[in-house]
């Protein structure tokens, strides 16, 4: 497990980092947590001849108040995410699928925006930050630019972020109040998800006013179940309204096939999983 | 009065070392001047080379030298099996590096020898092998139509044909007889999948040519074999070649193997005269090294309406991979003395085809052939349960051997020295709660509760302590089943224990220690367990198949009553005493009706100085024992699994598990919990979640640890664990073995538990791992053919 010979560079700066990266050709990669990095190029599936360590940029690492919003800095850990006040108070999905990520190891490593940019279909946090309409704020060599999550995720392991770009913040806005679940299926617990589903309940009397609804592994990007959203939108906070919303949860989607499970049982877990996820965050 | 040491639950002496860091792995020794070892290994499942360029990778910054099987042709020899099973036996010739062809992918083609590891991986990329690709066989029922041939060479994918047939062996009646009068036939087919060892400990293999002798570490279970067989297949005197296993991590069989890249760094190092050292990867150690199981079983068993089993006939066909290892052919047969496990069959057939199939060999893996045995047994009893709509625990007692039966004679021959599956029965159902749990499981179907409940139950019997040496040769396996111990008493009266057994995890050091410490009544901290190299430990035949404490463990004893007899003679010469006045006890010897004494120590001492010594008598305490069991050792037990099924997911969940193990005699309480817990998480994990997984092309999907799924602490419930005690009768502990039960049990319990959840639904089988998947997928069929019952 010994990797390709490559380059290390680890600025202080984002200016520098992005400097840096202008310079050094297409061959580079940018080092966040490296939990998925560091393993592929050890496998020498990547081979960069440069590495760009984001690891020493202050200003990237963090969670603030932004208004009615928070803004998370891009290095900042899944560890940090999944335990501090502000997101549990005000965008409770996010701490939750934080905390589902891989083991407390990786966790402490393993960065937010590292794993958003990875974009993995299985990862666990491209669906709640769709499901919550996080604004992605990108760096580049012409300023910044800001990109809305459904135009973020662009398919397999590929996002928004141009050759020359680094991902600085997300701001993801504030859904205080709002119950919210992320039921991750996996067959050990330390594997990624084979289906997961992010749900955010705004509950008004015994309806529910409003659901957003994230899927993981249902496509080759996240997707919102919005067929779910819309039969739940008003109808009353019971179980059977709620099963029979989840029913239409893979509408649209477009799973693959593995050893874990074919595209048809994957889309029979996301309605069952969409509804536990809905009954949980809803606390029925 | 001193407390004994047999049956305390010591820490282990060994866990300081290994929990601290302080270990030393093969991959830990750095010798002046190493050189590192990479492979080039065949991306095809099945090929021809047609060539081999390895100047670039030659010319490469840091290489030393690469060598092609071209190379070593003349001097590589061919990978030992030794356990031809028939005369007839077919295998192909299995060079270290492969010379024409290639069967497996995984192989290796070439070895890079660099200054170091980076560099010599950094090379591996740069030999350019030139395949052409062969049709591949990877199915087992495909490889017995021999339409495509995993060696074309061989003319046929059948290695060998082994049958056993009560009716001609004389130890039952005709298994025709018992199928033509069978008033309920139950006929299966199950799949054993093809499981991957994974011990923690990535193979690794260091040697030294530098010294008067050549010097191998390597982790291996079996330091004296692999000397035997190197030295044999590499044409180098036994007595040149030392062999040392230091700390092992783990081996489960997986390290029961003379493996090509341990051949592959001594010709290195020779053609170098450097040390050379080569650490697989984990995907090279997922890829390449032996897999274990892999079998499709064809039963049919023969009953009474009553439940009374008349016959058992067993076809297998079972998959040896590409190559046949060390004793790759054999493991299937081992099992052939098992799938009549506990119970008194009158007819039984077994025919197992040894078939070769381009993947990687497969060979032992904890439990070996037993395991697959059990499965099917204890599946076909359920099945035979339900078809008569009996209770599968009644259907087991009508049919099992009863405690007043033995000693007792099976129907494959087997003398059976004592068992009591009745009390272990007890046990296990009393901690259970069996019929709370069956209430629950019928009000959960009665309430069509999307979570059902199902009991799994496991009762199983395993051949242990392998083994005696004449049943070995009637087998046509190639060596003895012996073990060898030295007991040395040091002037100072402290002990040092030399073992043949090969530790990689037992805690053998420990265990040995209590027996000596208790049979010569010398304190436990005073002895000290020496083994694993071959420099040291002269004699053995290392640790597989649960043997080190009923064979090893058994001459550590006789060495140390020998060293007993010796001080016998000289204490009375001491004391002025007649020998058979003297007795031993607690460390002294005691003239009987007076106060005098004098110890162990003392007598180590005076036989030091040696100045006052009965004539004719050797300055010398120190014994070798050699024992060879008479007869193997038979652990059983009571499994019970209760399976929650997730009907919405397909999810199964271990609700509870109980084991109550009769094991015989416990040296060390704590060293057996560990070993049945490991135990069953391997078992639990053939049943749940792993699998090697192959694509078309024969290329290992399950690669890595994302896909061949181990499960870990979080995925395995907490155990009921508790034990009975029946003494073996064949050794003087009256210890049986404990290293295989856990995994031989498990698997079916949890298949049963999962099954019985279900079976009312309509699902009538499900094929290992029931991953959730495979059990919605299940559901679903059910569901579609209406078969709800």
Sequence with gaps: ?284 | MTIAEVGRARLRKEDSHLITGRSRYTDNITLPGMLHLAMVRSPFAHARITSVDVSAAKSSPGVVAVLTGSDVAAEQGSLPNAWPVTAEQKAPAHPAIAVDEVAFAGEVVACIIARSAAAARDAVELVDVSYDELPVVLDLEEAATDQVLAHPGLGTNTSATWVFDSGEAGTGKPISEALAGAEVLIERTFYQQRLIPAFMEPRSTVVDPTGEQITVWSATQIPHILRLMLALTLGIPESKLRVIAPDVGGGFGGKLQVTPEEAITVLAARHTGKPCKYTETRSESLMAAHHGRAQVQRLRLSATKEGIVTGLDVKLLADMGAYLGLVTSGVPILGAFMYNSIYKFPAYRFECTNLFTNKAWTDAYRGAGRPEATFAIERLMDELAVELGMDPLEVREKNWITHEEFPFTSVAGLEYDSGNYEAATAKALELFDYEGLRAEQARRREAKDPVQLGIGISTFTEMCGLAPSRVLGALSYAAGGWEHAQVRVLPTGNIEVVTGSSAHGQGHETAWSQLVADKLGVPFENVEVLHGDTQISQRGLDTYGSRSLTVGGMAVLAAADKVIEKAKVIAAHLMEASEDDLEFAEGKFKVRGTDQSTSLGEIAFATFSAHNLPDGVEPNLDSDATFDPQNFSYPHGTHLAAMEVDTETGRATIRKYVCVDDIGVVVNPLIVEGQVHGGLAQGIAQALYEEAVHDDAGTLVTGSFVDYLVPGAPDLPHYTTARTETPSTTNQLGAKGVGEAGTIASTPAIVNGVLDAVRHLGVKDIRMPCSPSRVWAALEEAKLSGGVQ
């Design chain 1, 1 to 284: 497990m010994i990797p390709s010979a490559f380059d290390y560079a680890a600025p202080e700066t984002l200016a520098e980092a992005l400097s840096l990266l202008g310079s050094a050709g297409d061959d580079v990669k940018l080092l966040a947590g490296g939990q998925s990095l560091i393993p592929v190029m050890k496998l020498r599936l990547a081979d960069p001849s440069m590495v760009i360590d984001l690891g020493r940029i202050a200003e990237l690492s963090g969670v603030r108040d932004d208004g009615d919003a928070l803004l998370i800095g891009a290095m900042t850990p899944h560890h940090q995410v999944a335990t501090d006040p502000l997101v549990a108070a005000h965008v409770p999905l996010l701490a939750k699928a934080a905390a589902t990520v891989a083991d407390p190891q990786v966790r402490h490593r393993g960065t937010f925006g590292g794993a958003l940019v990875h974009a993995d279909p299985a990862g666990d946090l491209p669906a709640p930050a769709l499901a919550a309409g996080a604004t992605f704020i990108i760096a580049g060599p012409g300023g910044e630019r800001r990109v809305a999550a459904a135009d973020f995720f662009q398919g397999y392991f590929s996002t928004a972020v141009g050759d020359g770009e680094i991902l600085t913040h997300v701001r993801v806005p504030k859904y205080t109040g709002w119950g919210a679940h992320y039921e991750k299926f996996t067959r050990v617990a330390q594997q990624w998800s084979i289906v997961a589903v992010a749900a955010m309940v705004r509950v008004e009397g015994n309806s529910i006013a409003e659901a957003r609804i994230g899927l993981t592994n249902m496509a080759s990007t996240p997707l919102r179940a919005t067929a779910v959203e819309e039969a739940l939108a008003g109808s009353p906070l019971t179980l059977e309204a709620i099963t029979a919303a989840s029913a239409h949860a893979a509408e649209g989607s477009d799973p693959a096939s593995d050893l874990n499970g074919d595209a048809a049982y994957r889309k029979h877990l996301a309605a069952v999983l969409t509804k536990r996820a809905l009954v949980a965050a809803a606390g029925l």
